[in-house]
């Protein structure tokens, strides 16, 4: 079974400064997703960021970028310019490619919640 | 509709009662997911639906919890005899199969239960 570990509970960060949430997982597949998601109070999960793990190149979206280290199993979220409105718990999680047929689940992380302060 | 829509927002009941929590998948998502975040958690995998049928319920903890898409759109998550341990958000999210598929679930803001 995939499991997914996050190893900050909490994160700060000054507005306009970059931040690095970290992200390490454990899988024996070779093809798979991974995702960064975002959940604000309201806690609806909003996708941040989407990484195919046959590509090498890593994923980015405005000011959130990852480093996927395939053989490390380390994919690690980094927010530039960091805004008020970035404060949220944010999920780590890992599918496997939903042509498997198997196993077509999320599995998440524990969570890091990232404060952001004037 | 535009997005997943899970009904009812908040539901406070006490120990022994019987719960449904509803939810309304985007059109046309065939799959339907239900999870369930406890405080200070990541949201656990419950059930997955393809369609109409239970793809994978590994995920349910007891027989007190069962789930249901008879039509292949909105699903039913029933839980019986409640207990105070049961108390958490209660996450659905959707995706659509085949070649459209990015990999991604869309979720819903989430049913928060609090059993007393």
């Known amino acids: 079974a995939q499991t997914v570990t996050q190893s900050q509970p909490e994160m700060s960060v000054q507005e306009a400064e970059t931040v690095t949430l970290s992200c390490t997982y454990d899988?024996?597949?070779?093809?798979?997703?991974l995702f960064w998601y975002k959940q604000p109070p309201s806690r609806q999960m909003i996708l941040v960021i989407r990484?195919?793990?046959?590509?090498?190149q890593n994923a980015t979206e405005n000011r959130f970028s990852v480093n996927f280290q395939k053989a490390a199993k380390s994919f690690s979220l980094k927010i530039s310019d960091s805004q008020l409105g970035d404060a949220a718990m944010y999920f780590c999680?890992?599918?496997?490619?939903?042509?498997?047929?198997?196993?077509?689940?999320?599995?998440f992380g524990t969570g890091t919640r990232l404060q952001v302060t004037l | 509709g535009a997005g997943v829509s899970q009904t009812p927002s908040n539901k406070v009941t006490e120990k022994g009662k019987y719960v449904e929590l509803r939810c309304d998948p985007i059109?046309?998502?065939?799959?339907l997911y239900w999870y369930r975040q406890s405080l200070g958690q990541g949201p656990e995998f419950l059930i997955y639906?393809?369609?109409?049928?239970?793809?994978?319920d590994s995920g349910l903890p007891n027989d007190r919890f069962f789930a249901v898409r008879p039509e292949g759109s909105v699903s039913t998550l029933k839980i019986q005899r409640t207990e105070r341990g049961d108390s958490a958000v209660y996450l659905c999210?959707?995706?659509?199969?085949?070649?459209?598929?990015?990999?991604?679930?869309?979720f819903g803001e989430g049913s928060r239960l609090t059993v007393l």
């Open positions: 999210a959707s995706t659509v199969q085949g070649p459209l598929n990015t990999g991604e679930l869309f």
């Open positions: 899988t024996s597949e070779s093809d798979y997703y």
């Open positions: 990484q195919e793990a046959y590509k090498q």
């Open positions: 999680a890992y599918r496997s490619p939903p042509h498997t047929g198997t196993a077509s689940k999320l599995t």
């Open positions: 059109s046309g998502h065939t799959a």
């Open positions: 639906f393809q369609g109409t049928g239970a793809a994978d």
